[in-house]
């Protein structure tokens, strides 16, 4: 395939082979170029698998599910059993379980179910993510989500460690959250469900716009508003 192709994938369980684009850490699927690779909505969506480190869960061994380069799209599938290392380069080999994105990457219509990374994004980190699911993920910070553009997305059911048991540092858009112990969602959900050790239950390093959310669901320790 070359830059600007769509390749469509069948439905079925991709859990073998995979890339090691930067470091140490193999992704089940890298898309090094600029194409759009297009699975299934609903339950035709193939699923992209990968795999827990020798011992279990973060380390040497482990799979993330996705790589998604600059100016990719990756586009109804099921990311799940994605893992980082525990040691390495921090920005890529440690953060993103089920999908890293470079600049420009983007997620759509995809469900990131059950991935964990040892330091930040257990679903996902960086890029944009469209209509996706992020649910059962875990990380030190930013369970659900790390430093992404979330959109349309439901964020639910994710544990952090020590902030943002949904997601840390994502601008999240056209975001209503009513802090009355439950956050409930307009068009993306931090759900009471995430779980966070410290701060942030739903989500850390973000403000409502028009005040400071407190209460159960965010962590309001630093002022950036949704745009």
């Known amino acids: 395939a070359v830059a600007g192709d769509t390749v469509r994938v069948a439905p079925g369980n991709y859990a073998a082979g995979g890339l090691a684009v930067h470091g140490g850490l193999t992704s089940r699927v890298a898309l090094v170029k600029a194409v759009t690779l297009r699975g299934a909505d609903g339950p035709q969506a193939p699923f992209i698998v990968g795999g827990a480190a020798t011992g279990g869960g973060n380390g040497e061994g482990a799979v993330r599910c996705a790589y998604v ?18 040691a390495g380069g921090t920005v890529v080999e440690r953060r993103g379980g089920g999908s890293w994105c470079a600049a420009g990457g983007v997620v759509s219509n995809c469900v990131l179910v059950g991935n964990s990374s040892s330091l930040r994004g257990g679903g996902a980190a960086y890029g944009t993510l469209w209509n996706c699911l992020l649910a059962g993920n875990s990380s030190d910070g930013g369970g659900g989500a790390y430093q992404a553009e979330l959109l349309n997305c439901t964020v639910e059911d994710n544990t952090a460690w020590t902030e943002g048991g949904g997601a840390s540092g994502c601008t999240v858009h056209k975001l209503e959250l009513l802090w009355i112990g439950v956050d409930k969602r307009l068009e993306i959900w931090f759900d009471v469900a995430n779980v966070s050790g410290q701060r942030g239950r739903g989500v850390s390093d973000r403000f409502t716009p028009g005040g400071s959310p407190h209460g159960s669901g965010a962590s309001p320790h630093k002022k950036k508003e949704p745009s």
């Open 69 to 86: 380069g600059t100016g990719a799209v990756l586009s109804g599938f099921v990311l799940t059993n994605g893992h980082t290392r525990a």
